[in-house]
Nanobody, 118 residues
């Protein structure tokens, strides 16, 4: 059984920074891609950033160099460092991971709230 616990959200002012973490635990054999998605009120969930096991990253166009995704394969943890935050970054941020137990599957964290005030 696999569990993803995402954390680190909070309330910040415009221009501020936050760092999110997501730790995977359980009967994990291997994790390939890990990612962060976000969902603002009334909007669809969208990809923020993804990272392969080897460290190749992909970012949403809106990031524009403000966010950085990283991972620690020993700790099975993915991070998202966010800076120069804008009100439009507000939303629930969800961790996602592609995990092999006995087969491959996608797993999600419960989400952590990020609120950027103006």
């Amino acid at each position: 059984q696999v569990q993803l616990v995402d954390s680190g959200g909070g309330l910040v002012q415009t221009g501020g920074s936050l760092s999110l973490s997501c730790a995977a635990s359980g009967s994990i054999s291997r994790i390939t891609d890990m990612a962060w998605y976000r969902q603002a009120p009334g909007k669809q969930r969208e990809l923020v950033a993804s990272i392969t096991r080897g460290g190749t990253t992909t970012y949403g166009d809106f990031v524009k160099g403000r966010f950085a995704i990283s991972r620690d394969n020993v700790k099975n943890t993915v991070y998202l460092q966010m800076s120069t935050l804008k009100p439009e970054d507000t939303g629930v941020y969800y961790c996602n991971a592609r995990v092999f137990v006995t087969t491959w599957g996608d797993y999600w964290g419960k989400g952590t709230q990020v609120t950027v005030s103006s």
